[in-house]
């Protein structure tokens, strides 16, 4: 495994499985498109990309700076019609794929004929991943089931689907070994977060992609105006934008 860490910028591994460490700093400047780990941009091809997580903060955003581009057609993974609208313009290159229930989802066609799975999945312990409100439960196993159990589910019907390369979000300092085995730790939130995103990694590295990369941001900035970020703003505190994020899965995968 090679890790390749960059305050401020881009960066990646040279091997088969990368895993990304994106922060935040005035002291760095983004590598540029000859410096980058990857290599250059393979511009001029025309990919296909899955997005699992296509309307939360970091999928809106690679779903719409996917579009930006004449390269990439998109197939969103969506709750309900329209849910993928990321504020741009629609596209012809844009697909959505009706999910009513993610966690049923059993068909490995949605995924056939597609490059790259975005998985920029993200939920909390209050739930609310959906529409039904069988699955709306809150609590630590609901938390686990979508982050690791829809993780795998997704992952292993991808590979099954000829899908090479897949580009996960998880955070800085997931480690599934993190006292691993004990249920006390569900009481605990951050280091069940930790833990959980560790074997959301390595639900991803078990289903059998030629590629894997792996992005652990830290704090991250959604962008929504929200008090707490007008707060971080306010004092300086470094975070990282979704936007960033998004970009950087993005040229990795290119």
């Known amino acids: 495994m090679s890790t390749w860490v960059l305050r401020g910028g881009v960066a990646v591994g040279l091997m088969s499985v990368a895993v990304v460490l994106i922060g935040t700093s005035s002291q760095t400047r983004p590598l540029s498109d000859g ?73 490995a066609s949605v995924f056939r004929g597609h490059d790259v799975l975005f998985n920029c999945i993200g939920t909390t312990r209050a739930g609310g991943h959906s529409p039904s409100g069988r699955r709306d439960t809150g609590g630590a196993k609901a938390f686990i089931d979508v982050e690791v159990g829809l993780t795998s589910t997704a992952s292993r019907l991808a590979a099954e689907a000829g899908v090479k390369i897949v580009a996960v979000v998880t955070s800085e300092g997931a480690s599934a070994e993190l006292f691993k085995g004990a249920t006390w730790i569900e009481y605990i939130h951050p280091l069940l977060y930790m833990r959980t995103m560790g074997e959301k990694e390595q ?36 975070s990282l934008k979704v936007e960033t994020l998004a970009a950087a899965m993005i040229r990795d995968a290119e």
């Open 35 to 107: 410096q980058h780990p990857r290599g250059p941009r393979q511009q001029g091809n025309q990919r296909r990309a899955v997005v699992l997580g296509a309307t939360g903060a970091t999928g809106r955003k690679v779903v719409l700076q996917l579009l930006e581009s004449n390269d990439w057609h998109v197939t969103a993974l969506v709750r309900k019609a329209g849910a993928s609208d990321s504020g741009g313009p629609r596209s012809e290159r844009l697909t959505e794929v009706v999910v009513g229930d993610m966690m049923e989802l059993a068909d």
């Open 203 to 238: 639900a991803v590295l078990d289903a059998g992609f030629e590629r894997v990369s792996i992005f652990r941001p830290g704090l991250l900035h959604r962008q929504t105006g929200g008090f707490f970020e007008k707060l971080q703003d306010l004092l300086g505190f470094g």
